[in-house]
């Protein structure tokens, strides 16, 4: 049975929406990758152009809530939050969770200025989360997540 990760964050609109995309995408299937958040509330246009800029189409994605999947008990070998350190305390403890691990990423939403110099801001962030992500997958292929992470990775209960 393959992994499953969960990428959590508050609105599930842009950081963990581009994680799980590329997860999947650079697994190959491998894994599988899901998101949520705290509180749902659609797709951050910035972050679907930013992927479509890359190939990956995450426009037809909706937001989902982190507590839905808690009560439908969905189980997830590690729960990974991608949101401020304060919010990453809220995700609810999931039974059977291997790692929870917490990214911190800034927050698309919250990006300023003319519609380009946004872009370019959350393009960092598209692309700072693949490197996290292909981190993550030639640790977890070694089996050495825990070990080796990178030092600004957090790790949790």
């Not at 990428?7 to 190959?28: D, K, P, T, Y």
């Not at 919010?87 to 919250?110: L, M, T, Y």
Request: negative net charge.
């Amino acid at each position: 049975m393959n992994p499953k990760v969960l990428f959590v964050c508050i609105h599930n609109s842009g950081r963990s929406q581009m994680a799980e995309a590329w997860l999947n995408e650079l697994s190959h299937g491998d894994i599988i990758a899901m998101s949520a958040g705290f509180e749902p509330r659609g797709l951050n246009p910035l972050a679907v152009r930013a992927m479509a800029e890359v190939g990956v189409d995450i426009s037809t994605k909706e937001s989902d809530s982190v507590f839905d999947f808690f009560k439908r008990g969905l189980r997830f070998n590690y729960i990974i939050t991608v949101c401020d350190e304060g919010n990453a305390q809220k995700c609810p403890i999931f039974p059977g969770v291997s790692h929870r691990i917490h990214w911190s990423f800034k927050d698309p939403s919250e990006v300023e200025g003319t519609d380009e110099e946004k872009m370019a801001q959350v393009r960092e962030i598209r692309d700072a989360i693949r490197t996290n992500v292909e981190d993550f997958l030639v640790l977890f292929s070694k089996g050495e997540i825990a070990q080796n992470a990178p030092s600004e990775w957090k790790f949790g209960r």
